[in-house]
């Protein structure tokens, strides 16, 4: 059974540039959570869908930073335009309410994203 | 706020017991999750707690007080492959589903 998967597993881009960061959840998975993991600041919820609708999206640092998903399968998260700061592991994770110990979460493999 | 604290460090040595804590302050309680994260891994789910008391998962055991907002995860006959680090996160609102989580605990295990 495939879990959570993420795509690129790696992006090197230049300050300025557009990245799109795509994730496809486990299917039958009710939840989407895209996380953005840093030493300095742990792992920290940017956003999160429930039957494809943003529920929270506190988490997102600033109008660079837009996330949709167009369907139960596929999810975007896009930075335009990307900074160095925005360098960090991004995850994606799905959930079920159906799933074991009350929703919780599988993580994809992450996104290792460099802004130079 | 909510506020999830755990010790950034530890170290132990293989076959030892470890216990690795957890405290939060949130505004709502709906589930305590533990993860391990090895080093340029993703999380992967260990342990869930939801009522008071001991959940034993094999070698690894999670406890949780819900008056005193504490959790600890108990590793039992370590090994070198338990140098991971380990997430604490809190299910806040019982009608979401996000998960808050503490910045973890880097386990080092040595022979």
């Known amino acids: 059974d495939a879990g959570v998967i993420q795509s690129p597993r790696h992006e090197v881009t230049e300050m300025g540039q557009e990245v799109t960061l795509r994730c496809k959840p486990i299917?039958?998975?009710?939840?989407l959570f895209w996380y953005r993991q840093t030493m300095m600041r742990g792992l920290e919820l940017l956003i999160y869908?429930?039957?494809?609708?943003?529920?929270?999206d506190s988490g997102m640092p600033e109008d660079r930073f837009s996330a949709k998903m167009p369907n139960a399968s596929f999810s975007t998260l896009k930075i335009q335009p990307s900074e160095p700061r925005d360098s960090a592991v991004y995850f994606c994770?799905?959930?079920?309410?159906?799933?074991?110990?009350?929703?919780?979460?599988?993580f994809g493999p992450g996104t290792r994203l460099t802004v130079l | 706020g909510q506020n999830i604290d755990q010790p950034t460090e530890m170290t132990a040595t293989e076959g030892a017991i470890v216990q690795i804590n957890c405290t939060y302050q949130?505004?709502?309680?709906?589930?305590l999750f533990w993860y391990q994260q090895h080093a340029g891994e993703a999380p992967t789910f260990l342990s869930y707690?939801?009522?008071?008391g001991l959940e034993e998962k094999g070698r690894f055991s999670s406890f949780l007080s819900r008056s005193k907002g504490y959790s600890y995860l108990l590793l039992k006959e370590l090994q070198m492959k338990d140098s991971a680090s380990y997430l604490c996160?809190?299910?806040?609102?019982?009608?979401?589903?996000?998960?808050?989580f503490g910045k973890g605990t880097t386990l080092s295990v040595s022979s």
């Open positions: 996160a809190v299910r806040v609102n019982q009608a979401g589903t996000a998960l808050i």
């Open positions: 299917s039958g998975h009710n939840s």
């Open positions: 994770a799905s959930s079920s309410r159906l799933g074991q110990g009350g929703y919780t979460q599988y």
């Open positions: 949130t505004s709502g309680f709906n589930g």
């Open positions: 707690n939801v009522l008071d």
């Open positions: 869908f429930n039957n494809n609708v943003p529920i929270d």
